[in-house]
């Protein structure tokens, strides 16, 4: 039986209703994608053009401003 057919609520509401027990319960939830601190060095974002050959993904990483903080995907 596939459980997913039968949910009654969206992934928001439940969301909302995780958080609205936890706070009920004085406890905190773990975020799914834990935020970095505001001191913490800035990570590199992996990146791929589509449509572009390798060596044209560098020519447009290279020319991008703030490329730096890029990385192109393996």
């Given at each position: ?13 439940s ?7 936890a706070?009920?319960h ?49």
């Open positions: 039986m596939d459980r997913r057919a039968y949910r009654l609520t969206s992934p928001v509401a969301r909302r209703a995780k958080s609205w027990l706070a009920a004085d406890a905190r939830l773990r975020p799914t994608n834990p935020i970095a601190p505001i001191d913490a060095p800035e990570l590199p974002m992996v990146v791929r053009f589509e449509g572009l050959t390798a060596v044209e993904q560098q020519a447009a990483l290279a020319a991008f401003p703030g490329g730096k903080r890029f990385m192109l995907q393996g």
